[in-house]
């Protein structure tokens, strides 16, 4: 386990890419972070949630206490996530912004024929916001890709990978909403969660941690 940090309160870890925060139904789906993490640290809780094929940084409380005060924090919007993903295609950046940051908001729901795919939904998705900046252009197996930094505002289920695949630019490598060209053209799924700030739930000092994105 690649831990970021520690003390008597928080417990935080850089995630790889192929191994699911928390057990899935069946007995093959048992092996975690979570669980690998409680092995070791009893009292460790989980908070939130990274995809199986998502990479980055992971935070766990320690007992119950402190889950319930990192729960108001992420409720509240207290907490400051980034991503970095590689998408397929030239991302353009967003028009007269003041900050150079594009915004998609567009309502996403469970598409229930089809789960676990989630879809855009106009008449009873609930309201997504994504933030997102392109990076320069670049190339990837052969074909344009761009960098693009993101931060989910909300946090919905499979929101940036959705996001992404709406505005005409899928995540290279995500098998499940990226055509199969853009999937070959990596062997992960290119999204990390590289950056998480908050304020301890203990002492209220500012934490920052970082994580370089591994592609």
């Known amino acids: 386990m690649d831990i970021l940090y520690q003390d008597d309160v928080l417990l935080v870890f850089n995630k790889p890419s192929g191994l699911l925060s928390v057990p899935g139904r069946g007995p093959d789906k048992q092996d975690c972070l979570s669980a690998r993490v409680q092995a070791r640290w009893p009292d460790a809780l989980i ?13 766990l409380a320690r007992g119950a206490d402190a889950q319930r005060a990192l729960n108001r924090a992420f409720e509240s919007r207290q907490v400051h996530k980034r991503y970095v993903a590689v998408v397929d295609g030239i991302l353009e950046a967003a028009p007269a912004t003041e900050d150079g940051w594009g915004l998609i908001d567009l309502p996403l729901n469970l598409d229930w024929p089809n789960r ?26 052969g074909a344009p890709a761009t960098r693009v930094d ?9 929101q940036l990978r959705v996001h992404l695949q709406a505005i005409g630019h899928p995540i290279i490598g995500d098998t499940l909403y990226a055509s199969p060209a853009a999937q070959a053209r990596a062997t992960r799924l290119l999204l990390h969660a590289c950056e998480l700030t908050l304020a301890h739930p203990v002492s209220g000092e500012p934490l920052t941690f970082t994580s370089p994105a591994p592609f």
């Open 150 to 158: 993101l931060e989910p505002i909300t946090g919905r289920s499979h």
């Open 116 to 141: 676990p795919l989630h879809i855009v939904d106009h008449q009873a998705g609930k309201r997504s916001l994504t933030r997102w900046r392109p990076h320069t252009p670049e190339e990837l197996g």
């Open 47 to 59: 908070v939130h949630r990274l995809d199986y094929d998502t990479s980055g940084i992971l935070l």
